[in-house]
């Protein structure tokens, strides 16, 4: 599957050609090396990184989805692998 498709399928991008320039940046990486090409091929297994506003996503492709649809369904054919327990400054009961 085409990069450029991923990224919207996967709800990364809210528009195609969105995520076609996000492509071509050259911002993103597959597997550790960088693409500026949107129509870069991706399968299941491969390690994304993203660059999404002030932050960078690291997801592993679980599954390539056949359509955009809802969220739900988008969130699980990847797996974030950057996760890191968002924990608020004062939260009662820490130290």
Not at 3 to 21: G, N, S
Not at 64 to 89: F, M, W
Request: with cysteine.
């Amino acid at each position: 599957m085409r990069i450029d498709k991923l990224l919207w399928f996967l709800r990364l991008a809210k528009t195609r050609p969105l995520a076609q320039a996000m492509a071509q940046d050259g911002h993103m990486r597959l597997n550790g090396r960088r693409i500026d090409r949107a129509h870069h091929k991706v399968a299941t297994g491969d390690v994304l990184t993203v660059p999404l506003g002030n932050t960078v996503r690291v997801i592993e492709i679980l599954a390539l989805p056949e359509r955009r649809g809802p969220a739900s369904e988008a969130q699980a054919c990847y797996r974030v692998l950057d996760g890191r327990a968002e924990l608020p400054v004062a939260a009662p009961g820490q130290q």
